[in-house]
């Protein structure tokens, strides 16, 4: 059976910021033992560089297929994990962006000496890994890093980025863990730092990202992550709650049921005939029982 990782929000956890590590990838690995194969679903604008890069090399120590689907958005460290795959595709209108990981310090010159020695140390690393993956030349692929690259569907192709072309739009941001570089950061620097996550953030959350979220009867919130705000629900789709792969029966304020299995929509039970009065106590029934869990 083929199982399913979900890699959505922002990879790591910084400035408060839950974001998705890697025992919650590895976790969703235990949970599907009799998997010999995974879909990869990432929709992240990215988030810290050596997150991402654990969570790249675990799915490939996994040693069995892997296929990452890229929905909403796929940037910055993210489009590491994206090519973990050895099948690698696009749903349509997904913006992808390429760029060097970038930070900023404060202090004296020889303090912002070794900052920028180990800033260049990260480059390096980032460099060397899409000159591996993509099988280009640096001079190829330096100058896209370099100017914060969004790319057309058909250059995601061309450079190898993805196995099945599809239509591309554009895209986020990327961090270096401070966490990772002990002893270089001062309490200014992680200051400095936070007000400058703040300031990036607040650009992220004006980019366009699809993202259709609606609540069942007891006002859950089913997040479809592929879906536009004004999307048909349809069979098939996509869906997490609370950031796990939505799973089980949910109870919709219209009488409908959403059945999902690990995350996909595989059923919608029509309202059966009943009065107004007892789906509203049926809902309300459910809302306790879930209170009581």
Do not use: C
């Amino acid at each position: 059976m083929t199982g399913n990782i979900y890699i959505s929000g922002q990879i790591g956890t910084f400035d408060g910021v839950t974001g998705v590590e890697l025992v919650d990838v590895i976790s969703q690995v235990k949970k599907q033992p009799k998997a010999t194969a995974f879909n990869v679903h990432i929709n992240s604008e990215g988030g810290l560089v050596d997150v991402g890069f654990d969570i790249y090399h675990y799915l490939r120590a996994l040693a069995k297929p892997i296929t990452t689907i890229g929905s909403g958005i796929v940037a910055s460290i993210a489009t590491v994990i994206f090519m973990a795959g050895s099948k690698r595709q696009l749903r349509e209108n997904t913006p992808f962006m390429i760029h060097l990981p970038w930070g900023g310090s404060m202090g004296t010159a020889d303090e912002l000496e070794q900052f920028a020695a180990q800033l260049r140390t990260i480059e390096q690393k980032m460099v060397g890994f899409y000159k591996k993956a993509l099988g280009v030349q640096e001079q190829a692929i330096l100058p896209l890093l370099k100017n914060e690259t969004w790319l057309s569907a058909k250059q995601v192709h061309a450079l190898g980025f993805t196995t099945t072309p599809q239509q591309v739009k554009a895209a986020a941001k990327a961090f270096i863990n401070k966490n990772s570089m002990r002893g270089s950061f001062t309490d200014k620097d992680r200051h400095w730092m936070e007000s400058l996550f703040t300031r990036v953030m607040g650009r992220i959350k004006n980019a366009h990202i699809y993202s259709k979220v609606v609540q069942d009867a007891t006002g859950a919130e089913i997040d479809f992550t592929d879906l536009p705000d004004d999307g048909v629900i349809e069979i098939g789709a996509l869906a997490t709650v609370d950031g796990q792969p939505a799973e089980g029966e949910y109870l919709m304020p219209d009488g409908y049921t959403y059945v999902f299995a690990a995350g996909e929509l595989t059923e919608i039970i029509e309202p059966e005939e009943e009065a107004p009065a007892a789906a509203a106590l049926r809902a309300e029934n459910k809302a306790l029982k879930g209170s009581l869990t």
